[in-house]
């Protein structure tokens, strides 16, 4: 439960300590150790109010109720999702305001509730921002990324996070010694990365077309590339070829340096014939335009960023039908391409540190955003990780 302090119940008052001087030793420790407890009983989280309002505030630290875990945050990073809710003051899947902020974490088990038999005080963890139920009608489907139920847990810039039962359950990971926690908070986007990877059947061999070089962008090239599969980039920014060669592109074409960009990208696939399967990590209607210019006949399209409500395009139809072409969007993960990712994440080949690009402090994190806004599209971040217990050195 998220309490404010002024909703909280009164801490317990120690009412022994004259009244058995036998014991008034014990009674004082206990008095020190309340006194303890009294001190870790707020946290500063980040809140956000409403459009572009976020705002620092003392809390109460989260309880684990049985089957819930609390959880220090190490490290959370900042996502594009965060930065769309923040501009649009909600988010349609997840809380409305006032609402603890952010979803991608990893951290230390500070508080095991009943029950929890799978992790101990001072587990590293990592936990998903949701889990199903496995129960409705798109779990059943094996579709659990669209479960009518999805369970979504946030408030990640913040010293302490609780883990839902259902979460604890089924999304959250032990992180090997040796992995940072800021690293291991990769787990979740990379999820959906994953997934999206999947759906459109991109195989070792086959050439890939990635339209946009954002945080999603540049996971698709890298994971793409480590599956044997030759990644064309195109990018609006001149600094992001560097960015998307780093992260595997083969060829980077960049927007506008070109004058048409679907001719020039289709000339470097092989004869011209289009790339095997694209992805839209843009969620622009002339990036979904382009995307199935790009692919060859017979090829696959994955719209995978996510437009405003009431977006509409234009695609040739003929095309479309003459050309056998798949359309497919994805959203969101599943425990178990979470879990694939977490391998990704965790065996070494996955250049995690690269898409870390600063670090703040808790404090920090409603200036972030703020500046996050101002520098819009043109910011040369990838992710910065934000480290409630202070930024190490
Ligand atoms: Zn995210
Ligand atoms: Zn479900």
Same mark, same amino acid.
């Given at each position: 439960?998220?309490?404010?302090?002024?909703?909280?119940?009164?801490?317990?008052?120690?009412?022994?300590?004259?009244?058995?001087?036998?014991?008034?030793?014990?009674?004082?420790?206990?008095?020190?150790?309340?006194?303890?407890?009294?001190?870790?009983?707020?946290?500063?989280?980040?809140?956000?109010?409403?459009?572009?309002?976020?705002?620092?505030?003392?809390?109460?630290?989260?309880?684990?109720?049985?089957?819930?875990?609390?959880?220090?945050?190490?490290?959370?990073?900042?996502?594009?999702?965060?930065?769309?809710?923040?501009?649009?003051?909600?988010?349609?899947?997840?809380?409305?305001?006032?609402?603890? !902020? =952010?979803?991608?974490?990893?951290?230390? *088990?500070?508080? $095991?509730?009943?029950? #929890?038999? +799978?992790? &101990?005080?001072?587990?590293?963890?990592?936990?998903?921002?949701?889990?199903?139920?496995?129960?409705?009608?798109?779990?059943?489907?094996?579709?659990?990324?669209?479960?009518?139920?999805?369970?979504?847990?946030?408030?990640?810039?913040?010293?302490?996070?609780?883990?839902?039962?259902?979460?604890?359950?089924?999304?959250?990971?032990?992180?090997?010694?040796?992995?940072?926690?800021?690293?291991?908070?990769?787990?979740?986007?990379?999820?959906?990365?994953?997934?999206?990877?999947?759906?459109?059947?991109?195989?070792?061999?086959?050439?890939?077309?990635?339209?946009?070089?954002?945080?999603?962008?540049?996971?698709?090239?890298?994971?793409?590339?480590?599956?044997?599969?030759?990644?064309?980039?195109?990018?609006?920014?001149?600094?992001?070829?560097?960015?998307?060669?780093? !992260? =595997?592109?083969?060829?980077?074409?960049? *927007?506008?340096? $070109?004058?048409?960009? #679907?001719? +020039?990208? &289709?000339?470097?696939?092989?004869?011209?014939?289009?790339?095997?399967?694209?992805?839209?990590?843009?969620?622009?209607?002339?990036?979904?335009?382009?995307?199935?210019?790009?692919?060859?006949?017979?090829?696959?399209?994955?719209?995978?960023?996510?437009?405003?409500?009431?977006?509409?395009?234009?695609?040739?139809?003929?095309?479309?039908?003459?050309?056998?072409?798949?359309?497919?969007?994805?959203?969101?993960?599943?425990?178990?391409?979470?879990?694939?990712?977490?391998?990704?994440?965790?065996?070494?080949?996955?250049?995690?540190?690269?898409?870390?690009?600063?670090?703040?402090?808790?404090?920090?994190?409603?200036?972030?955003?703020?500046?996050?806004?101002?520098?819009?599209?043109?910011?040369?971040?990838?992710?910065?990780?934000?480290?409630?217990?202070?930024?190490?050195?």
């Amino acid at each position: 439960m998220w309490l404010r302090l002024s909703d909280a119940a009164p801490q317990p008052t120690i009412a022994c300590i004259w009244k058995d001087s036998g014991r008034q030793g014990k009674c004082i420790e206990r008095a020190r150790n309340e006194k303890i407890e009294e001190m870790i009983s707020e946290m500063t989280a980040a809140v956000l109010y409403g459009k572009e309002d976020l705002r620092l505030e003392r809390v109460a630290v989260p309880q684990a109720e049985p089957g819930e875990l609390v959880v220090r945050v190490g490290a959370a990073l900042t996502c594009g999702t965060d930065l769309k809710v923040y501009r649009r003051g909600y988010h349609a899947m997840m809380l409305k305001p006032p609402m603890p !902020f =952010g979803h991608e974490f990893a951290g230390v *088990v500070a508080e $095991v509730g009943a029950g #929890v038999t +799978a992790f &101990r005080e001072g587990d590293r963890v990592v936990a998903m921002n949701s889990a199903p139920c496995d129960a409705c009608f798109f779990c059943r489907h094996g579709q659990q990324n669209l479960c009518e139920n999805l369970l979504f847990n946030n408030g990640t810039y913040a010293e302490f996070i609780r883990i839902p039962a259902r979460i604890v359950e089924k999304n959250t990971l032990l992180v090997p010694d040796g992995v940072a926690l800021e690293h291991a908070a990769l787990t979740e986007p990379l999820a959906c990365v994953v997934r999206g990877l999947e759906e459109s059947g991109a195989k070792a061999g086959d050439t890939m077309v990635v339209i946009g070089a954002g945080p999603i962008g540049l996971m698709f090239m890298h994971v793409a590339e480590l599956t044997g599969v030759t990644v064309i980039a195109v990018v609006k920014r001149e600094d992001q070829i560097a960015t998307a060669t780093l !992260f =595997g592109a083969t060829k980077v074409l960049q *927007v506008e340096a $070109v004058e048409d960009v #679907v001719e +020039a990208t &289709r000339a470097l696939t092989s004869e011209g014939r289009g790339a095997d399967v694209v992805i839209d990590a843009v969620a622009s209607p002339a990036a979904w335009e382009w995307a199935v210019d790009m692919v060859r006949k017979g090829g696959a399209v994955n719209f995978f960023g996510g437009p405003p409500r009431g977006t509409k395009v234009q695609l040739d139809t003929n095309r479309l039908h003459y050309g056998d072409i798949t359309l497919k969007a994805s959203f969101h993960h599943t425990p178990a391409t979470c879990r694939t990712a977490f391998g990704l994440v965790t065996n070494g080949r996955f250049k995690c540190a690269e898409y870390i690009t600063g670090r703040a402090g808790l404090d920090e994190v409603p200036g972030l955003f703020a500046r996050m806004m101002s520098r819009g599209g043109g910011s040369r971040e990838i992710k910065t990780a934000v480290f409630p217990g202070g930024v190490p050195r």
